[in-house]
T-cell receptor, first 110, second 111 residues
């Protein structure tokens, strides 16, 4: 039972490049989330999903897209990376009101 | 707009020196208040959920309490391994799904 697994753990991108962050959970949770964490800003919700095939915007969705084609996977895409997207990204899945977080992806855009 | 404010931003304690962290909130319809612990380089780890004013939860040296305007995380006789960032979050009546987080309190416990 791995819980919530994020890949990759670290990545450096050049401005304008694209990439996809993968979140996988093995707990059969319906709800999944993508957050970004920046110094002095706390955790902010980017996008979330309440079930397979559904997604919704969170607090800071601009510049990101998501997909939930399978219940266990939630993908976060950056189509054209910008330096402002340098951050640590966390995925979470939720059972009831208890959220389980992955270990994070540290992304640097240069 | 829902707001969650944590204080202090940072707290340094000596081992065995008890203290409290504060989380004050301004929300419309609180459905739950959550405390998480986050170690450097790791994701937040769930500690407690509180649902109504007057409720208390305990786990080892930690005790969380809730009033209508704020929550406290009391740390009794802390040890160096309690050093971490403690995050508070609220789930409000506007959504079944979304948590709003505070910025956290960085706790350092010196031996």
């Amino acid at each position: 039972n791995a819980g919530v697994t994020q890949t990759p753990k670290f990545r450096v991108l050049k401005t304008g490049q694209s990439m996809t962050l993968l979140c996988a959970q093995d707990m059969n949770h319906e709800y999944m989330y993508w957050y970004r964490q920046d110094p002095g800003m706390g955790l902010r919700l980017i996008h979330y999903s309440v079930g397979e095939g559904t997604t919704a915007k969170g607090e800071v969705p601009d510049g990101y897209n998501v997909s939930r084609l399978k219940k266990q996977n939630f993908l976060l895409g950056l189509e054209s990376a910008a330096p402002s997207q340098t951050s640590v990204y966390f995925c979470a899945s939720q059972r009831g009101t208890e959220a389980f977080f992955g270990q994070g992806t540290r992304l640097t855009v240069v | 707009e829902d707001q969650v404010t944590q204080s202090p931003e940072a707290l340094r304690l000596q081992e065995g020196e008890s203290s409290s962290l504060n989380c004050s909130y301004t929300v419309s319809g609180l459905r739950g208040l959550f405390w998480y612990r986050q170690d450097p380089g790791k994701g937040p780890e769930f500690l407690f959920t509180l649902y109504s004013a007057g409720e208390e939860k305990e786990k080892e040296r930690l005790k969380a309490t809730l009033t209508k305007k704020e929550s406290f995380l009391h740390i009794t006789a802390p040890k160096p391994e309690d050093s971490a960032t403690y995050l508070c979050a609220v789930l409000t009546g506007g959504s079944n799904y979304k948590l709003t987080f505070g910025k956290g309190t960085l706790l350092t416990v010196n031996p």
